[in-house]
Every structure is written in C-alpha cells, then in structure tokens.
C-alpha cells in the first residue's frame, strides 16, 4: 500500500535561519506531489506542484523553494525565514491528475518562526 | 480563483444535520471534499465529477448542481466524529489541470 512520509513534524526556528522539509512516497511511482500551507485558523494554499523529477511550479511567489530530486522525494527549502512563514506544511500526492482521483496527505509538519 | 464557503462555522448537537455549501462563479471541472481533524492532515471524502451528481456514503452525502458552480455536503444525524473542519477543493481543469484549489473551510462542531 502507498504511504506518505514529512519530517521534521513539529519545529521552531529563529526569523532568519534555513529551512528543509522533507517528503518521500512509497508504494507508487511517478506520482504528482504538492506543498501546502496553513495559516493558523486558515484555509490550505498550495505553494509548489510537480509532475516529475526536477519538473516544479510555483503558485505563490515567496521566499521557499522547493526540488524533486528523485522520484518520490519532495523538499521544501528557505534559505531566510520570516515570520510569516509560521504555519502548516502538508505534502501530498496524487496519481496522475486530480480529476478523478483524491489527494493523500502527509502528516504535516508543524512550523513556528519567532 | 478559490472558492467560496458557507458558513464558515457551524454548531450541532447530536443527531442535527447540517448543510455546507462551495460556490465559485466559473464553472467547475470537479469538486473535492476533505475533511480534517484538529492537528491532522486532511482525509478526502468525496468528489463529485458530473453536473446534476450526487454521491453519498454512510451519512454524509455531496451534490454538485447542474451548472457546475456549486457544490453541497449534508451530513445527516451527525456523530461526535464528524467534528472537524471541512474543505471543498475545486478542480477547473485546462491550465489548472492537476491543481487543487481549496475553499476557507468551514467549522463544524458536533456536541453531546
């Protein structure tokens, strides 16, 4: 069966220190991945998509980048982080597109910059 | 362009059931449910492809209308588990293929 990893789960960082999420999915291959965000109390924004390695769209312009160095390996990476980059990161993975398919969620992985 | 939830909160007791509507002004390709528990990832419910579709399981049930612009969840004789917050995803298809764009959420919680 698939399962879908993130780490660190929870973390706390000082305003202007790197970041590095990090996702991995087993049991498929060549999945679509996804980093979300939420705010506290928020809604789920998607900041980054890819359909395969190295292959990455942004949807929100920002000071995180993410790579897709193999095929089941999603990061999430700043090199400065601001304070509003405090929220909760989901990685997720789909097969395929979503048009008929749902999206599976990581656990999440907590971030509080102060 | 995200689409728009209502009501943002709901409060029920058991057994209550409850209506939570996902509007967009352009017509959808599709429309996902999640639902999600506090500290938790969101789990998918649902999702509705066609206008005019209607889809259930257990109690809770999704319709999508015939214009495909709005999208209803009905939970019916709501359990103390349906607690959490719930997220339609609209999918518009073309450029946005593979995109997921959620609504605000909507609180919904359940007492004895």
């Known amino acids: 069966s698939q399962t879908i990893h993130q780490w660190p789960a929870t973390l706390v960082q000082p305003v202007g220190s790197p970041l590095s999420l990090e996702c991995t999915v087993e049991?498929?291959?060549?999945?679509?991945l996804y980093w979300y965000r939420q705010a506290a109390g928020r809604g789920l924004q998607l900041l980054f998509y890819?359909?395969?390695?190295?292959?990455i769209s942004s949807e929100v312009p920002q000071n995180l980048s993410a790579s897709r160095p193999q095929d089941r390996q999603f990061i999430l990476s700043s090199k400065k982080l601001l304070l509003s980059d405090s929220g909760f990161y989901l990685c997720?993975?789909?097969?395929?597109?979503?048009?008929?398919?749902?999206?599976?969620f990581g656990e999440g992985s907590r971030l509080t910059v102060l | 362009q995200q689409p728009v939830q209502s009501p943002q909160a709901v409060i029920l007791r058991e057994g209550e059931d409850a209506v939570i509507n996902c509007s967009s002004s352009?017509?959808?390709?599709?429309v996902h449910w999640y639902r999600q528990k506090h500290g938790e990832a969101p789990v998918f419910l649902m999702i509705?492809?066609?206008?005019?579709e209607q889809k259930g399981h257990d109690k809770i049930s999704a319709s999508f209308n015939e214009k495909k612009q709005q999208s209803s969840l009905y939970l019916t004789a709501s359990q103390l588990s349906y607690s959490g917050t719930y997220f339609c995803?609209?999918?518009?298809?073309?450029?946005?293929?593979?995109?997921?764009?959620f609504g605000q959420g909507t609180i919904l919680t359940v007492h004895p």
């Open positions: 997720a993975w789909s097969v395929l597109g979503l048009d008929t398919g749902e999206l599976f």
């Open positions: 049991g498929t291959s060549n999945p679509n």
């Open positions: 509705l492809l066609k206008g005019g």
């Open positions: 890819s359909v395969g390695i190295g292959q």
């Open positions: 352009k017509a959808l390709y599709s």
């Open positions: 995803g609209t999918l518009r298809g073309g450029t946005s293929y593979g995109k997921l764009t």
